[in-house]
């Protein structure tokens, strides 16, 4: 996916790891850091699972930079994730909306308004 100024779009493959946040939280950082709060679009379509350290530091991270969220598109996920998403949703001050599969589209529109 193509990231521009506060813009960031991220594809979940597979099984996310604790080891990818290694690559992850550093990026996220530096975007935070250059542009302030960012828009985030993920796309989970091909998103089989997460390992629970990786569970545990997606939380920490959420938590820690709960403020540098401005609005979080959730794309083609299943409904177990927008369970997720609604449980976990208060806890951060960005705003957060599931959209189904093939509504990539319509989630980038509404990040960017």
């Keep these: ?10 594809k ?13 939280v550093p990026y996220l950082e ?4 250059r542009e302030g709060p960012l828009c985030l679009f993920c796309d989970m379509s ?7 350290a990786a569970m545990w530091r997606d939380l ?13 598109a959730v794309v083609g996920g299943r ?8 449980l976990t949703a208060p806890l951060f001050k960005a705003e957060i909306i599931c959209f189904g599969p093939g509504q ?3 989630a980038r529109t509404w990040l960017s308004n």
């Design 30 to 33: 530096m975007a935070i850091d």
């Design 60 to 72: 920490k991270f959420g938590i820690g930079h709960s403020r540098d969220f401005h609005r979080l």
């Design 79 to 86: 409904k177990w994730m927008e369970w997720c998403v609604k």
């Design 104 to 106: 990539a589209e319509e």
């Design 46 to 52: 091909e998103f089989s699972g997460m390992e629970m």
């Design 12 to 24: 979940a493959m597979g099984k996310i790891t604790a080891k990818d946040y290694d690559t992850l």
């Design 1 to 10: 996916e193509e990231s521009s100024g506060n813009f960031i779009a991220l």
